[in-house]
């Protein structure tokens, strides 16, 4: 069962990432997210913050509706997504190594070529300490 503070620990560990000041968490690399805190909006309420759930870069409606339809328990959307390549993830949901997985796989599809290293085809986790 994954938590916030994995997010953050497994973002973190990637090479030029960024944290973005927020009531939750929000990850990005070369100014592009790629993770961040669900902000739940009811109508007529206020947002919450949700550690709970983040939302995740996934790169296109392909690879977003094999999710959605393959791991329900794990993965779902909302109105307000549709048409972006974004899912929410249940954290509790999945284990760190899990966690690991699609936080680097959202990181990767993010990352400009420039910034990659000729060490990319490492696995970031093992480099980075993370999923261990």
């Known amino acids: 069962m994954a938590d916030a503070d994995d997010v953050r620990r497994v973002a973190l560990a990637l090479p030029h990432t960024v944290e973005i000041a927020s009531d939750g ?4 690399v070369a100014g592009k ?15 919450v913050i949700r550690l709970d759930i983040a939302v995740l870069f996934v790169g296109d409606e392909a690879e977003k509706q094999a999710l959605l339809l393959g791991e329900p328990e794990v993965f779902f959307t909302t109105s307000g997504y549709d048409g972006l390549p974004l ?7 999945v284990d760190l ?36």
């Open 33 to 47: 997210g790629f993770v961040w805190s669900y902000p739940e909006r009811i109508p007529g309420k206020p947002r």
């Open 97 to 132: 190594d899990r966690l690991t997985e699609l936080v680097t796989d959202a990181w990767r599809m993010r990352v400009p070529d420039a910034l990659l290293s000729d060490r990319e085809g490492e696995p970031l986790g093992d480099r980075a300490g993370v999923g261990k």
């Open 87 to 93: 899912v929410l993830l249940r954290l509790a949901a």
């Open 25 to 28: 968490f929000d990850f990005r």
